[in-house]
């Protein structure tokens, strides 16, 4: 069974590829029962609960910098974000700062985690702030929800299009070895029915079925469910619609058959019932010495070195060009480009999206 773990948490997001099969022969004489071959993975690291909870605060932060201003406020920017002109009045490292930024994660989490909205379709709202002078001051300030929404669905869809093409990369030399049926909800009204199960991928050799396990209590999302094709209401289905644009993006016409697997849910009225992280705790002790559980690590190489986790390159074209690829073997001699007026510029990226060199020259993430 080919596999693909989405972990979205609230800090980062984690990609993690493989197959889960059964012994050969020859391990199975050695004892083991199942076998886990890893051989991918990557992630986005600013792609996170609280990370797009930061973001959002701080895009409501700069649609108010005028009551910013009036009322000397400061605010934090993410790491991820980009600057506006006259930010370095506003911006700052102050436990004030830090303070707003928290108290405006607190108003919007709702928004976020229940997609509770506000009912002044005005936006206008009164929000409790600190000033410079740690005054608490009372702020009128508007939150545009609706495109607060937008923002975070073009940003989960980004996060979920990097998780496809390491996808594409991680198994492209992997497809034929195995094919294993299994449950799960499927990916609805997929490109693959371009493709007839009967015939092989092309060149690139993808298997015919991979099972997308979410994780992480962010894939609760509605906007990861629709953008995955799992809800059935219209604004699902539009999401939906920016995710096959994307997929055919990568695949062409090699998309293999997605099986979508949810978390399983909790029940308040049954704390014992099984949960993911039931899961992940009973599969950590299936991996204790001594198991029957063989787990083949094909991301390490030979040296036992850490795996190469960049992409880097150089800029051509206004496009990111990269020339070492993640995963690359070390000790190599690769040519990066030229030096022009005895200056090289060293662009690098851990984004799954550099490999297609359609990278932008100005971006984030």
């Known amino acids: 069974m080919a596999y693909a773990v989405f972990d979205f948490g609230g800090g980062t997001t984690d990609f993690d590829y493989g197959f889960y099969r059964l012994p050969t022969d020859a391990e199975a004489s050695e004892g083991w029962e199942h076998v886990l071959e890893h051989f991918g993975s990557s992630g986005d690291k600013f792609l996170g609960g609280e990370n797009l909870l930061e973001n959002l605060a701080y895009l409501v932060f700069c649609a108010n910098v005028d009551v910013c201003r009036k009322n000397d406020i400061a605010f934090t920017q993410p790491l991820d974000a980009l600057p506006f002109a006259g930010s370095e009045l506003l911006i700052v490292n102050t436990q004030a700062a830090y303070t707003n930024t928290n108290m405006m994660m607190s108003k919007l989490r709702p928004l976020w985690e229940k997609g509770t909205k506000n009912q002044d379709a005005s936006g206008a709202t009164k929000v409790k702030l ?17 495109e607060l929404i937008v923002w975070l669905e073009a940003r989960i869809q980004k996060g979920l299009h990097n998780f496809f093409i390491g996808l594409k990369q991680a198994f492209a030399g992997h497809g034929q070895k195995t094919n294993q049926e299994a449950v799960g909800a499927s990916i609805k009204d997929k490109l693959s029915q371009r493709n007839q199960k009967s015939q092989p991928n092309n060149s690139s050799n993808l298997p015919k079925e991979i099972h997308i396990l979410l994780a992480g209590n962010s894939s609760r999302s509605p906007i990861v469910l629709g953008l995955l094709g799992c809800l059935e209401d219209d604004a699902g289905k539009k999401l939906y619609e920016r995710t096959k644009k994307g997929l055919a993006d990568i695949f062409g016409d090699s998309l293999p058959d997605l099986e979508i697997h949810l978390l399983l849910k909790a029940d308040d009225k049954n704390p014992y019932k099984p949960t993911a992280k039931t899961g ?27 795996p190469f986790h960049f992409y880097v390159g150089a800029i051509k074209l206004n496009k990111f060009a990269p020339a070492l690829q993640r995963g690359c073997g070390y000790n190599q001699w690769t040519e990066l480009g030229p030096i022009r ?25």
Do not use: W
């Open 341 to 365: 007026d005895r200056i090289a510029y060293l662009v690098y990226t851990t984004t799954p999206r550099a490999s297609l060199g359609t990278m932008p020259r100005v971006t984030v993430n």
């Open 280 to 306: 992940v705790a009973l599969g950590l002790i299936r991996l204790c010495p001594g198991e029957s559980l063989n787990v083949i690590n094909h991301a390490k190489n030979q040296t036992d070195d850490s």
């Open 130 to 146: 600190v000033n410079r002078q740690g005054v608490l001051v009372e702020c009128d300030f508007k939150i545009k929800e609706q």
